[in-house]
């Protein structure tokens, strides 16, 4: 079997920024660094070595062929040393009841969904203590505006019992105490009128690197200062919990963009029968782009009750909320809310009632975060609640996942179907991923409960399209024929069955519970640049396009890329005192097929709408079986009316369990954009002129088109 070998180009940059170590002469390549992710990931297994040799070196030898890319927790953490790390590096994506909890998930690169319904907040931050952020003067990040420790201890009456001191410990575990603290205080009326001050002073600085995050450079204490600035405001703005929680969640979360860690991704979902949903639907619809709360996507979590007062014309509860959502959606160009048809998910409840205040949290966590007993008192309120819902499921981020919204995780591993030379080594790649991802819930984790009830994962593919062209000679407009494409789909179903076959042998093997869900396919954005394939089940954006990436204009970079033949474009205009160096990029599969291919903008709604159907018939097994597919499908707004968008998706997204319908927008008002069209006789044109690096810059190119995905930042900090 061939070893992969990452592309030069944008493939080879993603990779050397993202995943690949560095060594004593460059970088690892794809073979040495998925060695070890394999080697790491079987010193979980219960099993002695001679019981699974030969199923390591299968593995082993599929993921050097890069059939079994997994996804990019895995690549960038995983090594000898995970036996004696924490679930949570591990997994993409979870679920949060509380801020405090969904700021340690954010931490530690999660994307994390919560569930804002009315009876879920318990926490009214109006009974939050009046707080002060403090730094030492000596501190080498402090800086005028922020109340020093100094004037503090000679301001304050430290005898008092009505002032309370804390220093805040230098990890992500000591932040997250502070939310914790005023979380727990603010759902008691009795704090309301003292004084909390959290000292910051031994906090690392901005730059100094952190041990546990393979030594990317720390914010630094002033962005987490600022956010808990922000978040005291909350208090006395006469909003209602739920929306306290949201904008409270909002500004943590974008202490976490700020930090060296990575850029944090949440969806924030509401029940349509919530009271306040209208006030959901508008809390983006504001002017000022600062004013927004961004971090977020923003579904409504709707069933088959709500779809058939929304097909009514005649006035009714659910029929304002489609309006409403439609409305904002289309005339605010933002594609939010979104629906999420939560009666469509999987629900299965088997030992929920394990899910007690007392297990909710690990015995190891709450020790690790030093939890405080009214915090537990809080948790036990909040979870007798949740466990009266009637749906009490919802989704990650970018809505491949079903979690409970209590609080759970999913582990997630591609197969790279592009790479495959022929069907058996899918089959393979299917039957040894499940198992793969089954040893990784099997590590220490904060919500540890859940996924030994649980036991979830998520197989997910990529690289879709190529496959059937080059095994089944199939186009996305055959595959969509399901008589014509009948022996593909049927491979499909075979994979599937071949994931759920190996899972329940491997869960009676080692005595865990039979996965809940066992089947996804995700964006895949990172990892499938890597591999040079289409993402996830999307097609193809363009065949052919320019990159540009912005510079400073006295960069060195300039005159040396220039020097090589790279185009240059002056953004003065827009961008004072820089300029964009073009990047020519082709997708590989406009090689494969030619003009047989099929872009996104030359696929029509109902055509994805239908594709989504197939993939969840097939891949996932139906309503009520596995994960979801996470999709965006776009739509010109010069081209559609808002009365056909809102036809459109009344007809097709009661059919889907999610999908993510976001507008295009015209950029030709910009001096450039990130990605621009161009044909193929152009890019071949400027490639053959340029003397090209193997590593070329990413700029803009992983950013999700729905906003839903985190990102990680360059593990080699360049």
Same mark, same amino acid.
């Given at each position: ?566 185009? &240059?474009? #002056?953004?003065? +205009?827009?961008? %004072? !005192?820089? /300029?964009? =160096?073009? *990047? ?113 810059? &990413?700029? #803009?190119?992983? +950013?999700?088109? %729905? !906003?839903? /995905?985190? =990102?990680? *930042? ?5």
């Amino acid at each position: 079997m061939q070893v992969f070998e990452v592309p030069e180009g944008m493939p080879r940059s993603v990779w050397e920024n993202k995943y690949a170590r560095k060594t004593d002469t460059g970088f690892q390549t794809w073979s040495e660094r998925v060695t070890e992710v394999v080697e790491g990931n079987f010193l979980l297994d219960p099993r002695t070595r001679d019981d699974y040799e030969e199923e390591m070196r299968e593995t082993m030898e599929l993921a050097r062929a890069g059939i079994m890319p997994f996804s990019g927790r895995h690549l960038q953490h995983g090594d000898l040393r995970q036996p004696d790390k924490i679930g949570e590096v591990f997994v993409n994506c979870s679920t949060a009841m509380f801020s405090f909890i969904e700021f340690w998930l954010l931490l530690k690169g999660s994307g994390v969904g919560r569930c804002y319904d009315s009876d879920l907040c318990r926490v009214n931050w109006d009974f939050m203590p009046n707080c002060r952020f403090v730094l030492s003067e000596k501190h080498p990040d402090y800086q005028e505006g922020i109340e020093s420790l100094e004037e503090a201890v000679h301001k304050y009456d430290s005898e008092s019992e009505d002032v309370r001191w804390f220093e805040v410990a230098d990890s992500g575990e000591g932040w997250v105490k502070v939310v914790e603290i005023l979380e727990t205080a603010s759902s008691q009326a009795k704090h309301q009128d003292k004084l909390y001050i959290f000292d910051f002073s031994k906090v690392r600085g901005a730059g100094e690197p952190i041990k546990g995050q393979q030594g990317r450079p720390a914010s630094g204490p002033v962005p987490f200062m600022h956010s808990l600035g922000k978040v005291s405001t909350i208090k006395g703005a006469g909003m209602k919990p739920w929306k306290q929680a949201m904008f409270i969640d909002h500004y943590l979360s974008s202490c976490v963009a700020v930090g060296g860690i990575r850029r944090s991704a949440r969806i924030a979902v509401k029940s349509w029968r919530d009271k306040d949903v209208i006030e959901f639907i508008d809390i983006k619809r504001v002017a000022s782009p600062r004013a927004k709360l961004y971090s977020a996507n923003n579904s409504i979590a709707v069933d088959a009750e709500f779809w058939a007062g929304a097909l009514r014309p005649e006035p009714s509860h659910a029929r304002r909320v489609y309006e409403a959502a439609v409305g904002a959606a289309y005339f605010d160009k933002t594609g939010e809310p979104g629906f999420l048809n939560v009666d469509l998910l999987t629900n299965n409840e088997t030992g929920l009632d394990n899910i007690t205040p007392d297990t909710y949290i690990s015995a190891k966590m709450q020790k690790m975060l030093d939890l405080h007993p009214k915090t537990m008192e809080l948790i036990e309120h909040t979870l007798r609640w949740a466990k009266k819902k009637r749906y009490k499921f919802i989704v990650n981020p970018c809505a491949e996942i079903c979690i409970s919204l209590m609080g759970g995780y999913c582990v997630i591993g591609d197969l790279c179907l592009a790479n495959a030379e022929n069907t058996q080594d899918c089959l393979n790649a299917a039957r040894l991923m499940a198992r793969f991802l089954m040893r990784v819930n099997l590590m220490p984790s904060l919500y540890a409960s859940e996924v030994t009830r649980t036991n979830r994962i998520g197989v997910g593919l990529t690289g879709i399209h190529e496959f059937a062209y080059k095994q089944f000679g199939l186009t996305f407009l055959d595959i969509l024929d399901e008589e014509k494409s009948l022996e593909f789909w049927s491979f499909i179903d075979e994979m599937r069955r071949a994931v759920e076959i190996s899972a329940v042998d491997y869960a009676e093997e080692i005595g865990v519970a039979i996965p809940h869900t066992m089947t996804t396919i995700k964006p895949s954005g990172t990892v499938s640049k890597v591999m040079n394939c289409t993402e996830g089940a999307h097609l193809a954006a363009l065949l052919w396009y320019i990159r540009w990436v912005q510079y400073p204009k006295g960069d060195s970079q300039v005159a040396a890329h220039k020097k090589r033949g790279y185009p &240059v474009k #002056d953004i003065d +205009e827009q961008y %004072s !005192g820089h /300029c964009a =160096i073009g *990047f020519p990029t082709r997708q590989p599969i406009s090689d494969l097929m030619g003009d047989d291919v099929t872009i996104a903008s030359a696929a029509s709604p109902m055509e994805q709408y239908e594709w989504i159907r197939l993939l969840e018939k097939h891949w996932l097994g139906g309503r009520g079986c596995h994960n979801q597919v996470s999709y965006t499908l776009k739509y010109d707004p010069e081209v559609v009316s808002f009365v056909e968008f809102a036809d459109m998706l009344l007809e097709n997204q009661p059919t889907v369990k999610a999908c993510a319908v976001m507008p295009s927008i015209s950029k030709s008002a910009y001096v450039y954009v990130p990605e621009e069209k161009i044909t193929k006789e152009y890019y071949e044109s400027l490639a053959g002129n340029i003397d090209r690096y193997t590593n070329e810059a &990413v700029g #803009d190119a992983l +950013e999700c088109d %729905s !906003g839903g /995905c985190p =990102i990680e *930042f360059d593990i080699n900090n360049r």
